[in-house]
Structures are given as structure tokens and as C-alpha cells.
Nanobody
Framework: QVQLVESGGGLVQPGGSLRLSCAAS????????MGWYRQAPGKQRELVAR???????NYADSVKGRFTISRDNAKSTVILQMNSLKPEDTAVYYC??????????WGQGTQVTVSS
């Protein structure tokens, strides 16, 4: 089992920045990829960014150039730095981990609201 705990959400004005953090615990040695997904009201959950154990990243087209994902394997944490935030970035953001045995783990979610 892997547990994921997110922090760092909140309310920010358009153009502002937020930093989301996710700490993993439990069988962390079993984790391969980690990432962030988001779900806006009335929409499906979508991938925002993910990073492999080796540091390979990929991003949704809508956040490229604005968001940066990073990972500290020693601390079992993944960070999402979000800059130049837009109202359409408003959503609940979920941390995700993909682990051996094809297990998918999710955090409880953290609200990000971009509004003036």
C-alpha cells in the first residue's frame, strides 16, 4: 500500500503562482511514475503532468511552459510548480502514483481556485 498526502492548494489571482506538494509513504519502493491530475466541476479527470523515476516528464498541452513537475526520490515527494495561473486552471488537483503490480494510488485532492 502507498499513501499520498497533498498540500499547497488555495486561492490565487490570475497570473499568480502556487506550489503543490505530494508526500508518499508506505511501500514507496514500489512506485514507478508519479504525477498530478485535475478535475474541474462537470469535467472528467485529466492528466496535468507526470514524471518517471528517472526524471522523464510529460505535460498536458494546456500547461506546457507554465507548470513544472519535479520529484525527490529520496524524500518520496513530487512537486508541481504552477505559474501564470489562469481561471481555467481552477480544479481539484490529485496526486497520483503508479506502482508495481499495476496499482494506481490517489491522494485526497487539493482545491486550486484562480479568481480575481
Amino acid at each position: 500500500q502507498v499513501q499520498l498526502v497533498e498540500s499547497g492548494g488555495g486561492l490565487v489571482q490570475p497570473g499568480g503562482s502556487l506550489r503543490l506538494s505530494c508526500a508518499a509513504s508506505g511501500r514507496i519502493s514500489s512506485i514507478y511514475d508519479m504525477g498530478w491530475y485535475r478535475q474541474a466541476p462537470g469535467k472528467q479527470r485529466e492528466l496535468v503532468a507526470r514524471i518517471t523515476t528517472g526524471g522523464i516528464t510529460n505535460y498536458a498541452d494546456s500547461v506546457k511552459g507554465r507548470f513544472t513537475i519535479s520529484r525527490d526520490n529520496a524524500k518520496s515527494t513530487v512537486i508541481l510548480q504552477m505559474n501564470s495561473l489562469k481561471p481555467e486552471d481552477t480544479a481539484v488537483y490529485y496526486c497520483h502514483a503508479y506502482a508495481s503490480g499495476s496499482y494506481n494510488y490517489w491522494g485526497q485532492g487539493t482545491q486550486v481556485t484562480v479568481s480575481s
